[in-house]
């Protein structure tokens, strides 16, 4: 059994390209699979971000519950009354001061939070396209060899041949105004 070299350039060209498209689809496949783990990773991230947030926030708590404590007794100590507007004011204004240092830590672990999130949707996004470009080598692949076995098979049979050398050509086209 022979083959023509037409047929033998055909199978080579469906092979190489089938070998291409595959290693496009893994190559794709495995892409997406390293940017999902990533998305779940940034995931985890956030929630830890919130938690540690969370801790941070009881911990800026408790030293300004801690400082205030201390403002109080070094008032006492001191022999002022604590029921002096000075003292009131002053004591009122460290519980306001504490209250936004607890926020202040709370909203950067929310920024923190939202940050892992983007990188979540991001990498999800990333994921989404890599298995797009793996199916669009493989199919790429796949309409390369199919084309290239055309062109290669086109012309090389006996049939096609002796109809081409039998073929008058394109007829010229007669004028329209003689």
């Known amino acids: 059994m022979s083959f023509e070299p037409a047929t033998i ?4 060209t469906a092979a190489s390209a089938a070998v291409t498209g595959l290693s496009s689809l893994v190559a794709g496949n495995f892409r997406a699979a390293v940017a999902k783990q990533q998305a779940e990773i940034a995931r985890l991230n956030a929630d830890r971000a919130t938690e540690l947030g969370k801790v941070e926030q009881l911990k800026q708590e408790d030293l300004s519950l801690a ?17 002096g507007s000075s003292q009131v004011l002053t004591r009122k ?5 504490a ?4 926020l202040n830590v ?21 994921a ?7 199916v669009s080598g493989l199919l790429a ?6 084309a290239g076995s055309a062109d290669s098979l ?23 105004i003689r």
């Open 9 to 12: 350039t055909a199978i080579l």
């Open 67 to 83: 400082f205030i404590g201390e403002q109080i007794a070094t008032q006492s100590a001191s022999g002022l009354s604590l029921g």
């Open 93 to 97: 204004t460290a519980r306001r001061l």
């Open 99 to 102: 209250r936004k240092d607890a």
């Open 106 to 126: 709370r909203r950067a672990a929310e920024v923190e939070r939202f940050n892992f999130l983007a990188q979540a949707n991001a990498s999800e996004s990333e």
């Open 128 to 134: 989404s396209l890599a298995k797009f470009e793996g």
């Open 141 to 146: 692949s796949f309409f390369e060899a199919a």
């Open 154 to 176: 086109i012309g090389s049979s006996k049939s096609t041949k002796s109809a081409l050398a039998k073929s008058p050509g394109i007829p010229k086209p007669k004028p329209l």
